[in-house]
């Protein structure tokens, strides 16, 4: 097949925002090109840090937009964030080109929600509970009576996931996943109606198989959803199937 005219890349389907992080990467991470079996392309948001699109902070709104108009441009079909709290912006990312944007896997919530049996509630670990703003809740159009059924944890408080909020430390990545399967499992025994877990937080997908071992759950996150996206630009071909 022939490329379209008038863009500077061709065969890159996915197009990647991600801000100017410098901590340690594990495969499965959003911002790990070999998590993909297919090549991204990455664009980071220049001069904004977590801090600001944590609480949804409007200064960082321009740079986002930015940087999703540039992916367009260069011939991305599909738009993805590589942290959960660019979600904040989905709406107005969504609304500034042409293409499917998704900037957060929050958007997967009320989804997962019609999935599960309305008995059951979504167990979802974020980086920060604190990032779960009302702000970011309509950006990503989940309503009052979705978030009753929710059961919100953070990973902030493992000590192993320190590294990723501080790149001058090293990840110990077998330790993180030991902890994040004991917060989960913790939390599994105290609420046994939990159908299911999403991981908020796109450092968190390289633990995404642990996870659901541990808890015998399905486990959605960012990395899942970016490969759902892809597959939605280029369905699979099946002929020749019997």
């Known amino acids: 097949m022939i490329a379209r005219r008038g863009k500077p890349f061709a065969g890159i389907r996915i197009g990647i925002v991600t801000l100017e992080t410098a901590h340690d990467l594990a495969p499965g991470n959003v911002q790990h090109a070999a998590s993909f079996p297919f090549p991204v392309l990455y664009r980071p948001v220049r001069g904004v840090d977590f801090a600001l699109i944590a609480r949804g ?17 260069m011939g991305a079909e599909i738009i993805a964030g590589a942290c959960g709290s660019f979600g ?23 989804f ?60 110990n990545s077998p330790a993180l996943e030991a902890e994040l399967c004991a917060l989960a499992t913790a939390a599994q025994v105290a609420h046994p109606d939990i159908g299911g877990w999403l ?26 959803l970016i ?13 020749g199937c019997a």
Not at 112 to 141: D, E, H, N, W, Y
Not at 212 to 218: F, I
């Open 112 to 171: 997962l929600l019609a999935v599960l049996p309305a008995r059951q509630r979504l167990g979802v670990i974020f980086a920060r509970a604190a990032t779960f703003t009302s702000l970011v809740k309509a950006a990503c159009g989940i309503t009052e009576a979705q978030e009753r059924r929710l059961l919100v944890l953070e990973a902030d408080r493992l000590p192993a996931f320190a590294p990723v909020m501080n790149d001058q430390e090293r990840l």
């Open 88 to 110: 904040h912006y989905q709406r107005e990312a969504a609304a500034a080109v042409d293409v499917p944007v998704c900037l957060s896997s929050l958007v997967q919530v009320p």
């Open 199 to 224: 991981l908020q937080c796109s450092d968190l997908p390289p633990y995404a198989r642990a996870l659901a071992r541990a808890t015998g759950r399905p486990v959605w996150d960012m990395s899942v």
């Open 57 to 73: 902070d409007p200064t960082a709104r321009e740079p986002i937009l930015e940087a999703v108009r540039d992916l367009a441009t």
């Open 227 to 239: 490969r759902h996206l892809h597959d939605a630009a280029l369905p699979p071909d099946y002929t």
